[in-house]
């Protein structure tokens, strides 16, 4: 009897082997995307956000501060900048205002000392 189901498992997990199949994908893709996607990063990187500051202090207190917002806010990249003398911690990046009022809001329901900062080339 065991032998019997032995046997057929063995022979059922052998075909089901034997009919897998395998492949391989190329992409091709035109080489001006490269330049778009160059062109679109610089754009981006030149480009002014209203941004949230929730709080500044010591580099120590900045990081336990971005911490904080990385819990609250993950979806917005918390980071520290330095503005002589203190550490800022910043949340998001916002080219409409309305959206950066109504985060803004949010935002500041867990930090009561939270900053608009409006797109100056000073703010970035």
Same mark, same amino acid.
Not at 45 to 63: K, M, P, R, V, W
């Given at each position: 009897?065991?032998?019997?189901?032995? +046997?057929?498992?063995? *022979?059922?997990?052998?075909?089901?082997?034997?009919?897998?199949?395998?492949?391989?994908?190329? +992409?091709?893709?035109?080489?001006?995307?490269?330049?778009?996607?160059? +062109?679109?990063?610089?754009?981006?990187?030149?480009?002014?956000?209203?941004?949230?500051? +929730?709080?500044?202090?010591?580099?120590?207190?900045?990081?336990?501060?971005?911490?904080?917002?990385?819990?609250?806010?993950?979806?917005?990249?918390?980071?520290?900048?330095?503005?002589?003398?203190?550490?800022?911690?910043?949340?998001?990046?916002? *080219?409409?205002?309305?959206?950066?009022?109504?985060?803004?809001?949010?935002?500041?329901?867990?930090?009561?000392?939270?900053?608009?900062?409006?797109?100056?080339?000073?703010?970035?």
């Amino acid at each position: 009897m065991y032998k019997l189901l032995f +046997i057929s498992l063995f *022979t059922v997990c052998f075909t089901l082997n034997l009919q897998a199949q395998q492949g391989s994908v190329s +992409i091709e893709q035109d080489p001006q995307i490269k330049k778009l996607l160059d +062109i679109y990063k610089q754009g981006k990187a030149n480009a002014l956000y209203y941004t949230i500051q +929730i709080g500044f202090g010591s580099y120590d207190e900045a990081e336990e501060l971005k911490q904080e917002a990385e819990i609250e806010f993950p979806e917005y990249d918390p980071k520290i900048v330095f503005d002589s003398p203190t550490y800022r911690v910043q949340v998001g990046q916002f *080219t409409d205002r309305l959206e950066a009022e109504k985060k803004f809001l949010e935002v500041r329901q867990r930090f009561p000392g939270a900053l608009l900062l409006r797109p100056e080339s000073g703010n970035r």
